[in-house]
Nanobody, 114 residues
Framework: QVQLVESGGGLVQPGGSLRLSCAASESIFSIYAMGWYRQAPGKQRELVARILRDDKATYADSVKGRFTISRDHAKNTVFLQMSSLKPEDTAVYYC????????WGQGTQVTVSS
C-alpha cells in the first residue's frame, strides 16, 4: 500500500520560510515523478511543483523563484523549500506522484499571516 506522509507546515509571517517534507513509499517514489500540490479554502487542488526522476524540476508561475522542490533518493523523501511566503500561499499542502496515482495523505497546513 502506498503511503504519503507530509510534515513541516505551520504558521509563518509574510516573507518567512518553511520547509515541507513528504515521506513516500518506495514503490511510488522510485518509479514516478513526484509533486507538491496545494488546496486553499474554496479552491481546487493545484500542482505547485514537480520533480522528475532525474531531479529536473518545474514550478507553477505563482511560486517560481520562491519555492524549491528536491528529493532524497536514499530516504524516499521529497522536500519543498518555501521562501518569501505570501498570504496567498496559505493552503493545505500535499505530495503525490505526478501524474497522480495514489490516494492523498493527510497533508500539512501552511498559514501565512501577520
Amino acid at each position: 500500500q502506498v503511503q504519503l506522509v507530509e510534515s513541516g507546515g505551520g504558521l509563518v509571517q509574510p516573507g518567512g520560510s518553511l520547509r515541507l517534507s513528504c515521506a513516500a513509499s518506495e514503490s511510488i517514489f522510485s518509479i514516478y515523478a513526484m509533486g507538491w500540490y496545494r488546496q486553499a479554502p474554496g479552491k481546487q487542488r493545484e500542482l505547485v511543483a514537480r520533480i522528475l526522476r532525474d531531479d529536473k524540476a518545474t514550478y507553477a508561475d505563482s511560486v517560481k523563484g520562491r519555492f524549491t522542490i528536491s528529493r532524497d533518493h536514499a530516504k524516499n523523501t521529497v522536500f519543498l523549500q518555501m521562501s518569501s511566503l505570501k498570504p496567498e500561499d496559505t493552503a493545505v499542502y500535499y505530495c503525490n506522484s505526478y501524474p497522480i496515482l495514489s490516494s492523498w495523505g493527510q497533508g500539512t497546513q501552511v498559514t501565512v499571516s501577520s
